[in-house]
């Protein structure tokens, strides 16, 4: 199931100047420059990367649109979820965020925000464009840190005018980051250590030996199935800086507080959690880089109705599992997108008091 990325020099629209440019992942893929001005942590100009996907070199679509957020040491290169989607008749589009993948600029530091609100700019903007283009609802898609910066956004979209009224119908997170894991004093005392690191030390990094664990599962070059730009999505993963932990740690809390993302979310996890040093067939099996038992204890703070799924053998990223578990969790996923318009259907529906 190995699915082929160029991993050709990035092809970027350093202008943003708006226009629709070839991408990386072939004919098929364009990638559109967001400008977002002078980077807030002083790493000169930030931009994002939209992706969307033209099968046949046009898009007929008829049940909306799919709008998908990338994790940590991550970038959008699931070509099989595009593919997914649009034989459901979704137009699908990716994000790139800023210092990320196709994001990422010389002196900049991957992945590296002090404040996780600093994303609303380029989701806004991407959310502007896909329903420019579109028209329809949209439905949107993250995975791990991506799965919390989304509710973050959420939340502040819903109370600032409503998330429904913005054009989002739902929320698909595939093993979304709702929680510090490791030993129980990271998440009491640790994590005013973290803070006052993060605001006073913001560069330094967390100590801690490179693992290659998750990457070594997933990559076609050590252990896994997939094709990937290594620049851009290590074996070993980017360095953690204190600031940007900060910021985690600030969104972890807001998320626990409780939030309202005033549309319906599925949650898709995998069952067990496998944390190990080294590589080993156990790992293709489980999650190997969250605690499952987080996903499941904080997904009821999301607000409205959310429908949490394991999937028996699914790995970290839900999507870039093994044939069964990946086809279990696109059966999930097509029975709620099926629930869910039935559900805006009935919602909309003259005397629901909708």
């Known amino acids: 199931m190995t699915k082929e990325t160029s991993l050709a020099a990035p092809i970027t629209d350093t202008q943003g100047d708006g226009q629709w440019k070839a991408d990386v992942l072939g004919e098929k893929y364009q990638q559109r420059t967001l400008s977002l001005g002078?980077?807030?942590?002083?790493?000169?100009e930030a931009v994002a990367t939209l992706v969307r996907y033209l099968p046949g070199g046009k898009v007929e679509a008829t049940a909306g649109a799919v709008l998908y957020v990338h994790g940590f040491t991550d970038y959008f290169f699931q070509e099989h979820l595009a593919e997914h989607f649009a034989a459901l008749g979704y137009h699908f589009y990716a994000l790139?965020?800023?210092k990320c993948g196709r994001s990422l600029r010389d002196g900049q530091t991957p992945h590296y925000v002090t404040d996780l609100a600093l994303y609303d700019d380029e989701l806004n903007e991407a959310l502007r464009i896909v329903r420019e283009e579109t028209g329809g609802p949209v439905v949107l898609?993250?995975?791990s840190t991506g799965g919390l910066i989304l509710?973050?956004?959420l939340d502040r979209l819903n109370r600032a005018g409503g998330t429904a009224a913005a054009g989002i119908s739902g929320v698909v997170l595939n093993s979304p980051w709702f929680d510090?894991?490791?030993p129980s004093y990271y998440r009491t005392v640790g994590t005013p250590i973290i803070k006052g690191l993060g605001r006073f030390r913001k560069m330094f990094e967390l100590p801690s030996a490179?693992?290659?664990t998750y990457g070594d599962s997933l990559h076609q070059s050590v252990a896994g199935e997939w094709d990937y730009n290594l620049d851009w999505k290590p074996l070993h993963g980017f360095p953690i800086r204190f600031g940007w932990l900060r910021a985690i740690r600030n969104g972890h809390a807001q998320l626990h507080a409780g939030l309202d993302i005033g549309v319906?979310?599925?949650i898709l996890r995998s069952r067990i959690t496998k944390f190990a040093r080294r590589y080993g067939p156990a790992v293709d099996v489980a999650d190997a880089v969250l605690d499952v038992k987080q996903i499941q204890r904080w997904s009821g703070c999301l607000g409205d109705r959310t429908n949490i799924v394991p999937i028996d053998g699914a790995k970290h990223d839900v999507f870039l599992s093994s044939a069964e578990p990946l086809a279990h969790a696109f059966a999930e996923l097509d029975s709620w997108l099926a629930w869910l318009t039935g559900y805006r259907a009935e919602s909309s529906s003259p005397g629901t008091g909708a």
Not at 38 to 44: K, L, S, Y
């Open 38 to 44: 002078q980077d807030p942590d002083g790493e000169g």
């Open 180 to 182: 510090l894991h490791g």
């Open 141 to 143: 898609n993250a995975h």
């Open 264 to 266: 319906p979310s599925l």
């Open 151 to 153: 509710p973050l956004w």
């Open 210 to 212: 490179k693992v290659s």
């Open 96 to 98: 790139d965020l800023r």
